[in-house]
């Protein structure tokens, strides 16, 4: 069981946009600390999405974008490509954990 | 470029030891804090420890404190993680990444290298 939550899975069609979301509590995101995303194309690596909320690095297209509100976060992805079917994490930090960075459950996108 | 290469996975028994490495470049590797992470089979991701720059600060998730330990050699750009009393759940593939910001809460986590598998079975 993750400490951050989100949907198992989202779809959408090319060109369609779609949002995931990533829902803490009051010791992480609630708490006020930030809200990063990276995508994991099959069989690779985490790479850095977003970073600080709604940041982005650079090289990351602008159809990628984040938020974060209260005790959640959301990572939109406009303009759906099929390079884009990918796992996609939330990361934060939670301060009841003896002070630990934490991930949330992962969002399998598939691109229809 | 900035790259991180992972070895030293590999099938080990349980209650076994296990030292994975790390080999950095494309970065002054002494001016950053580093982190393992590892992800189960098909399951998330969790952070399992940090090292500050010159060593003197680590600390571990409680699911692996007292049986890991992380350290990193500057002279040769290296970070490692000693594995011990190793058990079936901590079957993961295992990455390092660089810490962006230090130690501190709002720290994200980048580059990451390509992992290493590590198999706990008897």
């Known amino acids: 069981q993750s400490v951050l939550t989100q949907p198992p899975s989202v779809s959408g069609a090319p060109g369609q946009r779609v949002t995931i979301s990533c829902t803490g509590s009051s010791s992480n995101i609630g708490a006020g600390y930030d809200v990063h995303w990276y995508q994991q194309l099959p069989g690779t690596a985490p790479k850095l999405l977003i970073y600080?909320?709604?940041n982005r690095p650079s090289g990351v297209p602008d159809r990628f974008s984040g938020s974060k509100s209260g005790t959640s976060a959301s990572l939109a992805i406009s303009g759906l490509q099929a390079e884009d079917e990918a796992d996609y994490y939330c990361q934060s930090y939670d301060s009841s954990l003896s002070g630990s960075w934490v991930f949330g459950g992962g969002t399998k996108l598939t691109v229809l | 470029q900035v790259q991180l290469v992972e070895s030293g996975g590999g099938l080990v028994k349980p209650g076994g030891s296990l030292r994975l490495s790390c080999a950095a470049s494309g970065f002054t590797f002494s001016d950053y804090y580093m982190s393992w992470i590892r992800q189960a089979p098909g399951k998330g991701l969790e952070w399992v420890s940090y090292i500050s720059s010159s060593s003197s600060y680590t600390n571990y998730a409680d699911s692996v404190k007292g049986r890991f330990t992380i350290s990193r050699d500057n002279a040769k750009n290296s970070l490692y993680l000693q594995m011990n009393s190793l058990r079936a759940e901590d079957t993961a593939v295992y990455y390092c990444?660089?810490?962006?910001?230090?130690?501190?809460?709002?720290?994200?986590?980048?580059?990451w290298g390509q992992g290493t598998l590590v198999t706990v079975s008897s």
């Open positions: 990444a660089r810490n962006r910001i230090a130690a501190r809460p709002l720290n994200w986590f980048d580059p």
């Open positions: 600080g909320n709604s």
